[in-house]
């Protein structure tokens, strides 16, 4: 778990299969994303085009249930690599984000809205997802790491690793 103050500007790396609980302590508005260099395919005919896409997940009374998701954003190599963005987190609520499709990881720029330092802190946080049994294909549960995992991956350097479990409906 980590926390940033929240106020003045931000900035975030979204990487693959990591997705991020995130609980702002003020608005926290998402104003561009970018592609990073390194993350582009090699120049080569037969490196096929991909896309990395971003969806954004509101959680429902805190509690593990996921609803209201939705993608804002699809990044293709050489084609589309910035994106002007007004995605608004708002304090009080809680938001996972997650990266998907092509690519590893992404950048996520913007501004804490509202003056003063006086705001809680924004909290963000590593998580796993895992569907409910039973549920409808796009809610999913959000189950946390275990103390255990965290100080492990702490200890080992590896800080805020997560992974995603999507278990096929029978």
Same mark, same amino acid.
């Given at each position: 778990?980590?926390?940033? /103050?929240?106020?003045?500007? #931000?900035?975030?790396?979204?990487?693959? +299969?990591?997705?991020?609980?995130? +609980?702002? &302590? /003020? =608005?926290? *508005?998402?104003?561009?994303?970018?592609?990073?260099? !390194?993350?582009?395919?090699? !120049?080569?005919?037969?490196? $096929?085009?991909? %896309?990395?896409?971003?969806?954004?997940?509101?959680? +429902?009374?805190?509690?593990?249930?996921?609803? +209201?998701?939705?993608?804002?954003?699809?990044?293709?190599?050489?084609?589309?690599?910035?994106?002007?963005?007004? =995605? %608004? @987190?708002?304090?009080?609520?809680?938001?996972?984000?997650?990266?998907?499709? &092509? &690519? #590893?990881? @992404?950048?996520?720029?913007?501004?804490?809205?509202?003056?003063?330092? !006086?705001?809680?802190?924004?909290?963000?946080?590593? =998580?796993?997802?895992?569907? @409910?049994? &039973?549920?409808?294909?796009?809610?999913?549960?959000?189950?946390?790491?275990?103390?255990? *995992?965290? /100080?492990?991956?702490?200890?080992?350097?590896?800080? $805020?690793?997560?992974?995603?479990?999507?278990?096929?409906?029978?």
């Amino acid at each position: 778990m980590e926390s940033v /103050a929240s106020h003045g500007n #931000w900035t975030l790396v979204l990487k693959d +299969k990591h997705p991020l609980r995130i +609980k702002p &302590g /003020a =608005i926290l *508005q998402i104003r561009r994303v970018t592609l990073p260099f !390194d993350v582009r395919p090699p !120049d080569r005919p037969d490196s $096929g085009g991909w %896309r990395c896409r971003i969806i954004l997940w509101k959680l +429902k009374n805190g509690k593990s249930e996921l609803e +209201k998701g939705g993608m804002f954003t699809t990044m293709i190599p050489r084609e589309h690599e910035n994106a002007r963005t007004d =995605i %608004r @987190l708002f304090p009080h609520e809680e938001y996972v984000l997650e990266l998907i499709g &092509g &690519g #590893w990881s @992404l950048h996520l720029l913007g501004n804490f809205l509202g003056a003063g330092n !006086d705001n809680p802190d924004t909290i963000l946080r590593p =998580i796993v997802l895992r569907k @409910l049994s &039973g549920a409808w294909p796009f809610v999913r549960e959000v189950v946390e790491q275990s103390k255990e *995992q965290q /100080a492990h991956e702490m200890l080992s350097g590896n800080m $805020g690793s997560a992974a995603i479990r999507l278990e096929p409906r029978a």
